[in-house]
């Protein structure tokens, strides 16, 4: 639902520098729901050449309301205030501003959305960052979200919303007979190509292997032509598993990608998908053999049966392991399930980082103390690729083999790495 409570500019803040590149901060708590109880989404819609509007989407059971005498309503007030700057490598504050909500409480959970526009004047890439705050809980989230105005056809410029109302989506996967609809930030736009593509995609090798990955597939399985509608949106369902890649016939190639995983996504909720991550930390035998097994819930569980010799232990493991799984779903899924991508990979084997740093190209976790040589250290580096913003690829190297055998045998002796 949108929100229609009173709301008003704050503060701008006049200073050109902030005191330290987003860079140099530790962002480890984005892979940590933990860290706050508030997990606000938002995205970017590009509304003209110079004016982007950003929606965040908060769930109201995550908000305190408080009345504040017998008779009164129970509100809650909350605050986003964002900051704009060029890069994670840079402390130049191109913009900053913060407005404050006041939310009498709904009587259904539906996620309440707020929106405000920012100046993108320039083409090019930007960093927003968001803190979302609950004044009275006096507990901050930070999102931080890459704004793209680099070309005219990417995925900001498509807003999509849900069929029944007009109310913008925050995630691109989808379920079957689920529709969405559409519309372009250019309304000569009257054809779009959707393009579709079968899901085939291995999961990542050890950290330490040199097997060359398959590149991403480029020719698609199928397409058909999307028309729009008279009053400019046009809608879309996703019949088959797979990746959905709209561009307009007047676009450039980029266009938007969209994702039909598994329906119970982002959790694994069916045995079948439980046997897959656990490839991570089993014998190619082993996982030959659950993977035949025609009970598949009784494979998994005679595994954790098996190395922890108790049903109690087990469900605690099963339990961490496949919460890592789904975390791992949320944080790192791309043009495939997160569970499967590298740093998914490093996700569920190791536990979330200690210390994550993210710039522009790149993001280096670290697992213990910053500068012991005894902690380690992975990079990814971010892959330029139409169908998502969020494909990193791992700098692999023999010098994880240690570390990542003594990480999986841990699992396999019936503890929780």
């Known amino acids: 639902m ?26 480890s708590y984005l892979y ?10 938002c995205r970017a819609f590009h509304k003209s050449d110079s004016v982007t509007v950003i929606y965040c989407q908060i769930s109201p059971k995550e908000l305190l309301f408080i009345r504040e005498d017998s ?3 129970f509100l809650s007030h909350y605050q986003i205030h964002y900051n704009l700057y060029p890069s994670y490598e840079s402390k130049e504050l191109l913009d ?11 009587k259904t959970r539906s996620g ?25 809980r006096k507990q901050t989230a930070r999102t931080y979200l890459s704004i793209d105005k680099s070309t005219i056809n990417n995925r900001q410029t498509f807003m999509v919303c849900g069929d029944e109302d007009n109310s913008p989506l925050f995630r691109n996967y989808f379920h079957k007979k689920e529709t969405i609809k559409f519309k372009h930030n250019n309304p000569e736009h009257e054809n779009y190509r959707l393009n579709y593509y079968k899901q085939d995609h291995d999961i990542a090798p050890p950290p330490f292997s040199v097997i060359q990955q398959k590149p991403i ?29 709209l561009n307009s016939n007047m676009g450039n190639g980029e266009g938007i990608a969209f994702f039909r995983f598994s329906d119970g996504f982002p959790g694994v909720t069916m045995p079948e998908e439980m046997i897959g991550p656990l490839r991570y930390i089993t014998t190619k035998r082993e996982y030959s053999e659950m993977s035949l097994f025609d009970d598949k819930k009784l494979a998994v569980d005679n595994f954790w049966l098996n190395i922890t010799g108790n049903p109690d232990r087990g469900r605690k493991m099963i339990k961490q392991f496949y919460t890592r799984v789904t975390a791992s779903n949320i944080y790192f899924s791309s043009y495939l399930e997160g569970w499967k991508s590298d740093r998914g990979m490093i996700y569920i084997v190791y536990g979330p980082p200690d210390v994550v740093y993210r710039n522009t190209s790149a993001e280096n976790w670290i697992y213990g103390e910053e500068g012991n040589l005894m902690s380690v250290n992975f990079t990814f580096y971010k892959r330029d690729n139409s169908l998502s913003d969020n494909d990193y690829r791992l700098n692999r190297s023999a010098i994880y083999k240690n570390s990542w055998y003594l990480a999986v045998d841990a699992w396999r002796q019936g503890i929780i790495y």
């Open 112 to 136: 309440i959305i707020n929106s405000f526009e920012i100046s993108t004047p320039n083409v090019g890439k930007y960093l927003l960052e968001i803190l979302t705050t609950d004044v009275k």
């Open 71 to 73: 008779k009164g309503k």
């Open 2 to 27: 949108k929100q229609s409570a009173i709301f008003f500019l704050i503060i701008i803040l006049a200073s050109c520098y902030s005191t330290s590149k987003v860079s140099n901060q530790n962002l």
């Open 96 to 106: 900053s501003a913060g407005f404050n909500f006041f939310l009498e409480r709904p």
């Open 32 to 41: 940590w729901k933990e860290s706050s109880i508030l997990h606000p989404k």
């Open 217 to 245: 597939n480029t020719l698609s399985d199928s397409f058909a032509e999307v028309k729009v509608l008279e009053d400019g949106m046009a809608y879309l369902s996703f019949d088959k598993l797979g990746t959905y890649h």
